[in-house]
């Protein structure tokens, strides 16, 4: 890390500030509903994919229709916060939900299932570029210290993507039809399209000379991303984790980003400047911050709703409202940290309570067996909740904090990159964890009376390797929360970027950045 005295990148809380506009809370609830849409959309998709299936048929490839989602919005993210840092924030932003809307309509109207494959494909080149610039235009529009009165906003449109998801979902596959859950984005982007062009104003970026893409960086970013993710999504379930494709993908990988890191060292405009790592070690602790939110987050969202199900026999219906306890538990402390962040400038406390209570809650979450009580279990909810809530959006603030403005695009987007990433290994490593631990047992061996006759049910057998599967799964959550623990203890308490200081010459210095 540079010394004081050292002329190399420095924290941009020293250097920088923000002029918060006035209509702010106005100006953010029409980016957080791009962020809202991106994430409604994947959950509504997943819930409608049975009926999907129903009509198109092609049920050996519906996974891509996940997948494919999934790597596309992954590989495009960085690229799309480097294009905000290089050329205007807003327009790219903008242009990244028109992408996501066309692309939504042309899902609408999927013939087959392999043009539905192609459209998702499309949509989620669209859905990096909103939670990217969403995140990018947050950290321009909101100096740090201010950041903790608004925090509260992430937090709720977080939750009720969440929450919302599943139950719309199930509503409009039910109701409207499995093609609705691709049209119902058309009049909601409308809205957030013409929302932001009217009332969003941000700082024009400032370069010098004629801005360069840097292809190579996106060419072996893109196939060193789309190796984890396909490893990660085929590891235990299409391949065993020893064999030779899923070691051909990591091999492939890490070879990709070593070509990566070298063109970046290289190039005079970086796909994402390693300067944001060595610049503050807060930047790659808030990279590990998120990776473990993301596995946590992804995995309890996951796999208690299969828990209740199978063990404690709640509904489908009901098992995404019993989640509630997790999200409220997310919403009040992420409020609270906020509030207290902004009031006091210290932030060092919540990412490491947070990534405690993620220790502890997690580790009861393992405890859980058959005979489990559902009071128990939203407890130990609230309590992963509780450290979501801490953790996730701090980390976002320490890592933007640590960065300069012409940076904000590339940080952001790489934040954004490694909470998705963490979700995905999370998800690959607890499913194959899953997968063994029932592998055994039938999970419809019992006959019992039914309507018209006898149908199937539960085995105990099969609901006790629910059980013990779900005790591997949050064990495992556990040790890894370990590492954001140790993370969060070598945070550094640097000061807040906060808003402008009076101009003490106004005639001469220019208190406005231009806008657009």
Avoid at 403 to 423: E, H, I, P
Wanted: aromatic share 8%; net charge positive; proline share 6%.
């Amino acid at each position: 890390m540079p010394s004081p005295s050292s002329p190399g990148p420095k924290p941009a809380a020293a250097a920088e500030v923000i002029d918060v506009p006035k209509n702010i809370r106005w100006v953010l609830l029409g980016v957080l509903l791009a962020l809202l849409l991106s994430m409604l959309d994947g959950l509504i998709v997943g819930t409608a994919m049975p009926t999907v299936v129903a009509d198109l048929g092609g049920l050996d490839h519906m996974s891509w229709v996940v997948t494919g989602y999934t790597l596309a919005t992954a590989c495009s993210t960085p690229v799309w916060g480097k294009l905000g840092d290089l050329f205007n924030r807003k327009v790219m932003f903008l242009a990244s939900i028109v992408l996501f809307l066309a692309a939504s309509v042309l899902c609408g109207t999927a013939a087959s299932m392999n043009w539905l494959i192609v459209f998702r494909v499309v949509q989620g080149l669209g859905a990096g570029g909103m939670g990217a610039g969403a995140f990018a235009l947050i950290g321009v529009l909101l100096p740090p210290r201010e950041r903790g009165r608004y925090q509260g906003m992430v937090a709720a449109v977080m939750a009720i993507g969440q929450l919302g998801g599943p139950l719309v979902g199930g509503f409009v596959a039910g109701h409207l039809g499995w093609r609705w859950a691709f049209y119902i984005n058309v009049p909601i982007g409308l809205i957030c399209i013409t929302w932001c062009w009217l009332l969003l104003r941000v700082p024009a970026p400032k370069r010098q000379g004629r801005a360069v893409i840097d292809w190579w960086g996106i060419t072996f970013l893109t196939g060193a991303i789309s190796a984890v993710v396909m490893a990660a999504t085929w590891a235990g379930s299409t391949y065993a984790w020893g064999s030779w494709q899923i070691i051909a993908l990591a091999v492939i990988a890490v070879g990709l980003l070593a070509a990566f890191i070298s063109t970046e060292r290289r190039i005079a405009e970086p796909l994402m400047p390693l300067r944001i790592y060595r610049g503050h070690r807060n930047f790659p602790l808030a990279a590990v911050l998120l990776t473990v939110s993301g596995v946590s987050m992804f995995g309890a969202t996951l796999y208690l709703p299969l828990y209740q199900q199978v063990v404690q026999s709640a509904s489908a219906s009901s098992s995404g409202l019993l989640l509630l306890p997790m999200m409220i538990a997310t919403l009040i402390t992420s409020n609270i940290a906020g509030k207290i962040m902004t009031a006091t400038g210290r932030y060092k406390v919540f990412p490491v309570l947070g990534s405690g209570l993620l220790v502890i809650g997690m580790g009861l979450l393992s405890t859980m067996d058959t005979d489990t009580s559902r009071f128990a279990t939203s407890a130990y909810m609230a309590i992963v909740g509780a450290g979501t809530g801490f953790t996730l959006q701090m980390s976002n603030t320490i890592a933007q904090n640590a960065v300069q403005l012409r940076d904000m695009g590339s940080a952001s987007a790489a934040t954004n990159l490694f909470r998705n990433l963490g979700g995905s290994l999370g998800i690959a490593v607890f499913a194959s964890l899953f997968a063994g631990a029932v592998a055994s047992s039938n999970p419809s061996s019992v006959e019992g009376p039914g309507h018209g006759g006898t149908t199937t049910q539960l085995s105990s057998a099969y609901i006790a390797d629910v059980a013990h599967a779900t005790h591997l799964i949050f064990l495992t959550g556990a040790l890894i929360a370990l590492a954001s623990l140790l993370a969060a203890v070598f945070v550094k308490e640097i000061p807040l970027r906060g808003k402008p200081a009076p101009d003490p010459e106004p005639s001469t210095t220019p208190r406005n950045m231009p806008a657009t």
